[in-house]
């Protein structure tokens, strides 16, 4: 059976269902919709960043092996006090006493650093200190100030816990890996708000954001679907001018978005994978959805009111605009479907959750707009008197208008439509990938201050992490860890490095009567030996096992650094890369840290995209060359596309929109939602040709076709909630998928259709 | 009267119990002690990963413990280290340490009681001597281990401790008093440790044998074998000195 014949006969089956059984179709939808979206109590909302990259990346792999060996590196900073007032005083430091006492109460907190929790090493008249460097809570002015002068003359330390002029204090907490980062940071938060009352307080660390972008995510999608609905209701009803028919519609999309997140919930609880969990980059996901669902929705009804504007007998109306439409909505969906499958191969997992679930999504639109709507259609009595059914839209006049234009200057009208194409293009050039955090959140909000706090006033949050696997005992092997620590220092970003030759030196140092002359590391093994067993006895080992493991085997080399741009990072890579193979011999060494996944998360944004932007189109020209039978037609479905990501990738050069994981996507949702234009307009084109219909035929294709193009993009405007959206990435999307419709609906209806004009000919004649 | 004879009996029947688990720490804290202990610990320490550490050290102690001596004899990167310690009633202890290959002593702090002694999962507070008078006692419903009753006891830090536990729970051989096995529970009252107790009998003193001490939330574990036991060989006090700690004795 050929699959045209086997096409129709689901075609016959589905009309049948929506009109002979349209009771019990719409039954059968109601429930399994709410059967998959039970899934939804198992969705969890997780903004890892390390999560979202693959398995088997070597920055991931030693980031792991270090969250095992020296404790989890995910931190909360907490920097508290009070502008323009020193922090060392009675009260600030009975505060910072106080909060690490309720914080080691908390079952989320597993380890809390800050100046009373650490311990201080000193020779007092030759007597070997090892003590808290906060001994009490309620200190006296001589106590206070002995602990400014140690920090004084401990540099490093200081850093790392005082602000630059002294009026902030830093707390740096390490969560239980057993709960959610999510409840670890509502704990932390929790007790920060009850003790730092009298405070300023800013809160970063990867602990932090990756905790409080859940509870950002949920109020932002739930904001943003809002938005979108009342977008795309307005701008529907305006044209259809019936309410049942919104409503229809509208039942479509809350239908798909239930079965989406339903699917995704599901598809968590039975895989466990991170793949399905949902991240920041998901935030679009209900809008695109949203959108893709609207679309064969207005395809449908918009249809449906011509042929009974005509036929006047809604049923006979009905299964017209299904004969027609099936096709056309099948091959939307399937080519949507293909190109959001691409993601399936994408090197970051969340996008292959995103891929998976968005097309079962589509799917679903899909089966709701081919059987259940029509089944919809069928029990409502409507009323063919009416002005929405009655008369023409103001989208219907102006595409009249359009298709004037366009086929009376097919030519120039293409020459202008790429001319614009290639000056957008340019701006490809000035594209940049950057995938900070800090970049996501607006100027002036909560994070983004505490984040540049951070970044100005203590060390800064971002982390390079420097595993070696070595006799951390052997003094060759301290000295040269020293070493590349001081060439780390020399990039002005990088604030403080620290590892355990550090606290080797200073060891050193006070055995040696706090002769400065001797904060070195000692030639000899033994003395190091000495020098850790010294420690053993009088100071908690347990201090040193972020820096060393148990054995003495491997070591960690942890440095702080500023914000760096995609560039600095590159560069800072690289040459770290070269020092470590240039002085290491046979020494193992693995780099990692924030540092090391951005530049690890940019070459995969760039490979995913290209993968992504190249897999789809290659798709959507064989499925359109498959259905149409021929190969031209596939390259003129994703002319308008191609047209669209080239104008996308250029503009957002011209404006400095960053790529990065969120608004790599941007690619696959514009092929996926543009391609359905294209194909509406071939199908009907193709469908005027098997009906022999030989004059006007472009004219009388645009005519059809241009007014629920026209609709579709313009209440796809939906994708203007997400500029409204808190994160950065997710607005651009929003302004860029905007900009996206007017490009591949006019591109359709501009290029594509002064193209099949120009080549009608070779069209018709081949 | 019903309500009286109540009162009375609860009142008396309280009283018994405290008297009871009093007097089983009596029992404990007067049992007979050496004058002076010498002996060989081969401390093995177990992580989480079941990666192992294992010290063997030579230790001479005299006033239970109260000053000792202690030199290590392996590994053989920690070989000649050696350390005193003089506990103090009132005032803190001493603690000095010779660095052998700085030719150096080194007074060192004395310690925070909850801080571990050399990475093991022994404190410095469970090292140290216990006085009865620091604890509270409550006598709890006797336990059944390996087919043996044993007391059980719970000893409560008095606050002026400053103890790092909220409460020790001991099993408590009937005839020797000798502590078999304790849970000991951390300040928010969360098991933090189990430890076990072997003993050996030399010369009618109850001398420990082997410690086993496994911390519950880190899953660290630290086995102490005490060997080569000598007790009573009139141990001077001016042998816990400087001069003493340069060099390993022979016996």
Known sequence: MSYNLLFQKIQKWFIRQSLEHAKRTIFISISLTLLVGYGMRFLIIDDDLMKMLPKNLDSRKSWESIQQEFGSTESIYIAFGNKSKSVFNKKDLETSWDLVKKLRKLNSVNNIINLSTITRIDNVDGFLEIKQLQEEAVLNKTQIESIQDYLNKNLKTKKKLVSKNESFLLTIVNPNTLRGLNYFRDDVVGVCSEVLVDYKIHYSGTAYITGSIPQLIRKDVKFLIQIGLVIMISILFINLRNIAAVLMILMVIVFSLTFMIGSMGWLFRFTGSDKFLFALLNTSMPIILLTIANSDGVHVITKYFKEIRFLKEPKKALVKTMETLHLPIFLTSITTIGAFSTMAFSPLEPLVGYGICISLGIVWAWVLSSVTLPALIILQKWDVESKGLRTVSLFEVLIDRLSNTVLKYPKNMLISGLFIIFISFVGVW????????????????????????????????????????????????????????????????????????????????????????????????????????????SGTIDNF??????????????????????????????????????????????????????????????????????????????????????????????????????LNFGLMGHFGITLNHITAILSSIIIGVGIDFAIHFIAQYRMFQKNNVKKNLTRKTFKETGYPILLDAASNMGFGALLFSSFIPVQFIGGLMVFAMISTSFGTLIILASLMQIIKKYILTN | MVFLKTISFIFVSSFIVAQNSHEIALNIYTKQFPDDLTNTMNMKLVNSKNKIRNYTMKSRSIDKNRKQIIWFL??????????????????????????????????????????????????????????????????????????????????????????????????????????????????????????????????????????????????????????????????????????????????
Do not use: C
């Open chain 1, 430 to 537: 000035s594209l940049k990938v950057d995938v900070n955090l800090s970049s996501f959140f607006k100027p002036g909000s909560e994070i983004r201050e505490s984040m540049d706090f951070m970044d100005q006033e203590m060390t800064g949050t971002m982390d390079l992490r420097i595993r070696l696997e070595a006799d951390m005992k052997d003094p060759s092997i301290l000295k040269k860890v020293d070493t590349l620590q001081q060439f780390i220092e020399k990039n002005e970003l990088i604030t403080v490095t620290n590892s355990i030759s550090d606290a080797v030196k200073q060891m050193h140092r006070i055995v040696m009567d706090d002769s400065l002359v001797y904060e070195t590391i000692p030639n000899e093994k033994e003395k190091i030996n000495n020098l850790f067993s010294m420690y053993s006895l």
């Open chain 1, 545 to 646: 096992s972020t820096l060393v493991n148990e054995e003495y085997s491997s070591g960690l080399i942890t440095s702080f650094s500023q914000v760096m741009s995609t560039n600095q990072v590159f560069s800072f890579i690289e040459k770290i890369s070269f020092y470590i193979s240039s002085k290491f011999d046979n020494v193992s060494i693995d780099i990692t840290g924030m540092i090391v996944v951005i530049r690890d998360m940019v070459i995969l944004i760039i490979k995913s995209s290209i993968m992504s932007i190249l897999l789809s189109l290659l798709f959507v020209i064989l499925v359109a060359s498959l259905f149409f039978k021929r190969f031209i037609w596939g390259l003129l479905a994703v002319l308008p596309l191609s047209g669209a990501v080239l």
């Open chain 2, 74 to 251: 392996e590994p053989k990167s920690d070989r000649g280290i050696s350390f005193l310690k003089i506990e103090h009633k009132n005032r803190d202890d001493e603690m000095k340490m010779w660095l052998p290959a700085f030719k150096k002593i080194r007074r060192i702090s004395s310690r925070k009681k909850g801080d571990s002694f050399m990475g093991s999962d022994l404190s410095y507070e469970d090292l140290s001597t216990r006085d009865m008078e620091d604890y509270l006692f409550n006598l709890k419903e006797d336990q059944n281990l390996n087919g043996k009753i044993y007391y059980t006891l719970e000893s409560i830090p008095k606050k002026k401790l400053n103890s790092f536990y909220n409460s020790h729970v001991s099993l408590v051989d009937k005839i020797t008093f000798n502590i078999i096995k304790e849970y000991s529970y951390d300040l928010n009252g969360k098991l933090l440790k189990e430890k076990e107790y072997t003993y050996k009998k030399i010369k009618m003193f109850d001398t420990l044998e082997y410690i086993k001490v496994f911390n519950v939330q880190n899953k660290h574990s630290t086995q102490i074998k005490f060997t080569n036991i000598e007790v009573n060989k009139n141990i001077s006090e001016d042998s816990f000195s400087e001069q003493n700690l340069k060099r390993i004795p022979a016996n």
